[in-house]
């Protein structure tokens, strides 16, 4: 599929007719691929339309070039900047590109022209959760059920929503209704098998998953997820090299219906290189100063009394150290969103960038510091008071940039048991991006793991900062004692709500694979995962032992 040309003076009204005419007899006899093809030949060709735009935008889509389906969209927008088709499409743009705060501004404006369009109103769920706002996720899909009752998805939506909470008995009522709409919609069944699996109900689970594994209308997108959940369901009856084989069947399906979009995604094990080179060749000229305090902010601006990181990596007991630390009434997390990747891109993709980042001085140094802030104010996050966390794992190696740009900043630094860690980033469900993408075999995250972990040891070693590390095994075994040594290292008064964050959590949508955990509150089970799958971990063992030996995770003889 050819990229579409930009705008260009229209040809006879009745070209224009003839395209449009043809296009939308294609899409109501429901044969999309016609209607884009359509589209194509006439933009070719010199007409112009916002609609033809559109429908070769999703063509676009469809064939996983977003980039250029955003840019089309942008020439339809042009066109026709109030027209709720192509706003709504814009939106759902942004939001698979994982711009998913200003996908929320597109569907916003389509909704100012189509308030009871229910398709709109259910993407928009869809991004409040993605943001982690059940609430206004929960309020879009009522919404969306509303306008439309014989529209599936929101039921769908309500259901996962439900099932996140620990709520069971509603998200079997919600995925009812969805069923009853649309038998074959992949949302409700995965969330009536989640609640059965939750309930002991294991047999009932596996019959309705392995049925939709077999069922034509299961999309290529949520293969990887049933077949996560098939493994889930595998592992709790002892099936472990059964359940191992799903997993990896996952991963696959994932990568294979992401392939597209992983085209030009990042290269973490080669930023993780870089970072290690670096910083070993600073390290080499001894241990780096801190930077120049940030100057002070205007009396207006939004800034908290302690900035933190959290970090590590994946699965290491982030999100479980999120989750206690955001039930403390002075503490307000972040979870999982990229404050720092334009900067990164910038300073740490490449030699030359670590370079000018070291040289970063006076206002250089404050406009980028600027940019931070800015992103969390247009991203509607407001960080003042006593203690902001920002959690992201793989901030790991963004260690060198928040070192130069917030010298104050307070780290938290999670370490687990690293064969645990790898196998649950084997066995879980992530969406796959660039880092993601290095977990589709135990090997390959294995190797991933010891390129984060190296570039994070050169960091501690090199740079100043203010470091607490976080044992996953200590802080399960000793909630109360472990947090307030965080609390400690933060500066803030241990609270006794931290000790029922599982209450609070089932309020909030946790954006992780952790959620199902954290929600249960602590328990002992995600320590030794890893053992009941030694044979199948043999690739990853050799590549983890130094890790295993540095952070004193040696099996006793």
């Given at each position: 599929?050819?990229?579409?040309?930009?705008?260009?003076?229209?040809?006879?009204?009745?070209?224009?007719?003839?395209?449009?005419?043809?296009?939308?007899?294609?899409?109501?006899?429901?044969?999309?691929?016609?209607?884009?093809?359509?589209?194509?030949?006439?933009?070719?060709?010199?007409?112009?339309?916002?609609?033809?735009?559109?429908?070769?935008?999703?063509?676009?889509?469809?064939?996983?070039?977003?980039?250029?389906?955003?840019?089309?969209?942008?020439?339809?927008?042009?066109?026709?900047?109030?027209?709720?088709?192509?706003?709504?499409?814009?939106?759902?743009?942004?939001?698979?590109?994982?711009?998913?705060?200003?996908?929320?501004?597109?569907?916003?404006?389509?909704?100012?022209?189509?308030?009871?369009?229910?398709?709109?109103?259910?993407?928009?769920?869809?991004?409040?959760?993605?943001?982690?706002?059940?609430?206004?996720?929960?309020?879009?899909?009522?919404?969306?059920?509303?306008?439309?009752?014989?529209?599936?998805?929101?039921?769908?939506?309500?259901?996962?929503?439900?099932?996140?909470?620990?709520?069971?008995?509603?998200?079997?009522?919600?995925?009812?209704?969805?069923?009853?709409?649309?038998?074959?919609?992949?949302?409700?069944?995965?969330?009536?098998?989640?609640?059965?699996?939750?309930?002991?109900?294991?047999?009932?689970?596996?019959?309705?998953?392995?049925?939709?594994?077999?069922?034509?209308?299961?999309?290529?997108?949520?293969?990887?997820?049933?077949?996560?959940?098939?493994?889930?369901?595998?592992?709790?009856?002892?099936?472990?090299?059964?359940?191992?084989?799903?997993?990896?069947?996952?991963?696959?399906?994932?990568?294979?219906?992401?392939?597209?979009?992983?085209?030009?995604?990042?290269?973490?094990?080669?930023?993780?290189?870089?970072?290690?080179?670096?910083?070993?060749?600073?390290?080499?000229?001894?241990?780096?100063?801190?930077?120049?305090?940030?100057?002070?902010?205007?009396?207006?601006?939004?800034?908290?009394?302690?900035?933190?990181f959290l970090l590590g990596f994946p699965r290491s007991g982030t999100t479980l150290l999120e989750q206690v630390l955001q039930s403390h009434p002075g503490i307000v997390s972040l979870d999982e969103r990229a404050t720092l990747e334009g900067l990164a891109t910038d300073y740490l993709s490449t030699a030359e960038g670590y370079r000018r980042l070291l040289a970063l001085e006076g206002?250089?140094?404050?406009?980028?510091?600027?940019?931070?802030?800015?992103?969390?104010?247009?991203?509607?996050?407001?960080?003042?008071?006593?203690?902001?966390?920002?959690?992201?794992?793989?901030?790991?190696?963004?260690?060198?940039?928040?070192?130069?740009?917030?010298?104050?900043?307070?780290?938290?630094?999670?370490?687990?048991?690293?064969?645990?860690?790898?196998?649950?980033?084997?066995?879980?469900?992530?969406?796959?991006?660039?880092?993601?993408?290095?977990?589709?075999?135990?090997?390959?995250?294995?190797?991933?793991?010891?390129?984060?972990?190296?570039?994070?040891?050169?960091?501690?070693?090199?740079?100043?900062?203010?470091?607490?590390?976080?044992?996953?095994?200590?802080?399960?075994?000793?909630?109360?004692?472990?947090?307030?040594?965080?609390?400690?290292?933060?500066?803030?008064?241990?609270?006794?709500?931290?000790?029922?964050?599982?209450?609070?959590?089932?309020?909030?949508?946790?954006?992780?694979?952790?959620?199902?955990?954290?929600?249960?509150?602590?328990?002992?089970?995600?320590?030794?995962?890893?053992?009941?799958?030694?044979?199948?971990?043999?690739?990853?063992?050799?590549?983890?032992?130094?890790?295993?030996?540095?952070?004193?995770?040696?099996?006793?003889?």
């Amino acid at each position: 599929m050819t990229m579409a040309l930009p705008p260009s003076p229209s040809l006879a009204p009745t070209a224009v007719d003839d395209a449009l005419t043809a296009a939308q007899s294609a899409v109501a006899r429901g044969d999309l691929a016609s209607a884009v093809r359509i589209a194509e030949t006439a933009l070719a060709r010199g007409v112009r339309h916002p609609h033809l735009y559109n429908l070769l935008a999703y063509g676009l889509e469809e064939a996983g070039r977003l980039g250029d389906s955003f840019r089309v969209l942008q020439h339809a927008l042009e066109m026709a900047p109030q027209d709720p088709q192509i706003l709504h499409a814009m939106g759902l743009c942004l939001f698979k590109m994982g711009r998913t705060v200003e996908s929320l501004v597109a569907f916003d404006a389509a909704l100012l022209h189509r308030p009871d369009f229910a398709p709109i109103l259910h993407h928009k769920g869809l991004a409040h959760h993605a943001l982690g706002a059940a609430a206004e996720a929960s309020a879009a899909f009522e919404a969306a059920a509303a306008v439309d009752a014989n529209y599936a998805d929101p039921w769908a939506g309500l259901a996962v929503l439900a099932y996140q909470r620990g709520d069971y008995g509603a998200a079997r009522r919600h995925a009812g209704e969805a069923l009853q709409r649309d038998k074959h919609i992949p949302g409700a069944h995965i969330a009536m098998a989640q609640a059965d699996l939750a309930e002991g109900a294991v047999d009932q689970a596996e019959a309705r998953i392995r049925a939709l594994l077999k069922s034509r209308a299961l999309p290529a997108s949520d293969r990887a997820d049933v077949l996560s959940l098939l493994g889930d369901i595998l592992d709790v009856e002892g099936r472990c090299a059964e359940a191992f084989a799903a997993y990896g069947e996952a991963k696959a399906a994932a990568e294979g219906a992401n392939s597209a979009l992983l085209v030009g995604a990042t290269d973490y094990p080669k930023l993780a290189a870089l970072a290690s080179e670096t910083l070993n060749a600073w390290g080499a000229k001894g241990r780096l100063a801190p930077a120049t305090a940030p100057a002070a902010p205007a009396p207006d601006a939004k800034r908290p009394e302690r900035h933190v990181f959290l970090l590590g990596f994946p699965r290491s007991g982030t999100t479980l150290l999120e989750q206690v630390l955001q039930s403390h009434p002075g503490i307000v997390s972040l979870d999982e969103r990229a404050t720092l990747e334009g900067l990164a891109t910038d300073y740490l993709s490449t030699a030359e960038g670590y370079r000018r980042l070291l040289a970063l001085e006076g206002e250089a140094l404050e406009r980028a510091r600027q940019r931070y802030w800015t992103i969390l104010s247009e991203g509607g996050v407001d960080p003042s008071g006593p203690a902001f966390v920002d959690k992201l794992p793989l901030n790991t190696l963004k260690l060198p940039l928040i070192a130069r740009l917030f010298p104050d900043a307070h780290i938290l630094f999670c370490i687990r048991d690293p064969r645990d860690v790898v196998f649950s980033c084997f066995r879980r469900a992530f969406q796959m991006n660039g880092g993601m993408r290095e977990f589709v075999s135990v090997e390959r995250a294995a190797r991933f793991y010891d390129a984060v972990m190296r570039a994070g040891e050169a960091a501690r070693s090199v740079l100043p900062l203010k470091l607490h590390e976080v044992r996953y095994e200590a802080f399960v075994a000793d909630l109360k004692g472990e947090a307030s040594a965080v609390c400690g290292f933060l500066g803030l008064e241990w609270d006794e709500g931290m000790l029922d964050f599982a209450a609070g959590a089932r309020q909030r949508a946790i954006l992780t694979p952790s959620a199902a955990q954290v929600r249960k509150g602590l328990y002992q089970d995600g320590v030794g995962q890893w053992r009941r799958y030694r044979k199948e971990m043999a690739p990853a063992l050799e590549i983890l032992e130094p890790w295993v030996r540095r952070f004193g995770y040696v099996d006793p003889a």
